[in-house]
């Protein structure tokens, strides 16, 4: 049996495209998609620039989480640090380190690459990348040079267990799913002591 287990690019001919809505973040559209079999099918696509999460964990093996307001769900949510791709250009390892500021107030001396994927690619494009941030340390809110607003501003932070993390995801208490592939990835990843992880600057396939 063939262990080559990988994604590859394809994309199927559109033959028509319109423009469903355009908001701030997102657009929605409607491409009518050409089948192998000659079929044509409508499939509405959400427009995503993506985003970065950062699990970042202490040498006590304590994930540090953030909980907001995510309005479209109703419900306060415990998550990892992240955040759009929103800067033309900046690598996203540095997204990451913005976002971790940012959020947390924390910046990190380690970073590696946890994983990639697609949020929901039945319907959207958005992918994202998961770093792992360890050697942390606490920036003064003096040194920072960003002020939360709307949502942000209201965030709670805590220190928790990867294990407990890990029981909250599998109990159904946990709902975020970049924080589910997150600490998921990373008590995987602990097995080796985080050995087989990519480098920060790796490129997306």
Excluded: C
């Amino acid at each position: 049996m063939s262990t080559d287990l990988r994604d590859t690019a394809e994309l199927w001919p559109v033959v028509g495209s319109d423009l469903l809505a355009a908001g701030r973040v997102v657009k929605v559209r409607r491409d009518t998609v050409q089948m192998p079999d000659g079929q044509r099918a409508g499939r509405e696509v959400v427009e995503h620039p993506g985003a970065v999460g950062v699990v970042a964990l202490d040498e006590a093996d304590r994930v540090l989480l953030i909980r907001q307001y995510r309005h479209p769900v109703g419900r306060l949510l415990w998550e990892i640090p992240a955040g759009l791709r929103d800067v033309a250009g900046e690598p996203l390892v540095e997204t990451a380190r913005r976002e971790l500021v940012e959020e947390a107030g924390y910046r990190a001396a380690r970073w590696q690459v946890l994983a990639d994927y697609y949020t929901s690619p039945g319907i959207s494009t958005e992918r994202l990348r998961i770093f792992l941030a360890r050697d942390l340390e606490w920036v003064p809110e003096s040194e920072r040079d960003y002020v939360p607003d709307h949502e942000e501003a209201h965030l709670m932070v805590k220190w928790a267990p990867l294990d407990a993390v890990i029981r909250g995801v599998l109990a159904g208490d946990l709902h975020n799913g970049v924080l589910a592939v997150g600490v998921l990835a990373a008590f995987a990843a602990r097995q080796d002591g985080f050995a087989a992880l990519r480098g920060a600057d790796a490129p997306e396939s």
